[in-house]
């Protein structure tokens, strides 16, 4: 009956994927393709700046992350005035949650972007 319990035991902490994730985030992930870029930049204070650009679309947004649980991350852009918000690139939105994959990869939606050293 042990023997049997310590195997099942085995079997589930090998099968499991656990991430350990680096508690200092700070850094930029990037990605590039021929017609896109994804640009993110998190500070030590909190803050970032995200930048994405498809073909002539250029979007950018400023402001504070804080953690929702141990893997995820919220983005949380600053409000911005009138003039930006009719821009064409204008990014509507505001709020973008962050997978942290592992400590140099971090999913922004279906997007993987890795940490540039």
């Known amino acids: 009956m042990r023997n049997n319990l310590l195997l099942i035991l085995a079997a589930v902490l090998t099968c499991c994927k ?67 918000k009719l821009q064409s690139g204008y990014m509507t939105e505001r709020k973008k949650r962050v997978i942290l994959v592992t400590k140099s990869k971090v999913k922004l939606g279906q997007v993987t972007l890795k940490r540039q050293r």
């Open 18 to 84: 656990t991430v350990s994730v680096s508690k200092d985030l700070s850094g930029h992930y990037f990605k590039a393709g021929k017609d896109y870029k994804y640009s993110l930049l998190l500070n030590k204070d909190s803050s970032f700046a995200l930048t994405q650009k498809y073909l002539e679309v250029y979007s950018t947004c400023k402001g504070k992350w804080q953690y929702l649980s141990t893997d995820t991350i919220l983005l949380m852009c600053d409000d911005e005035d009138l003039s930006v």
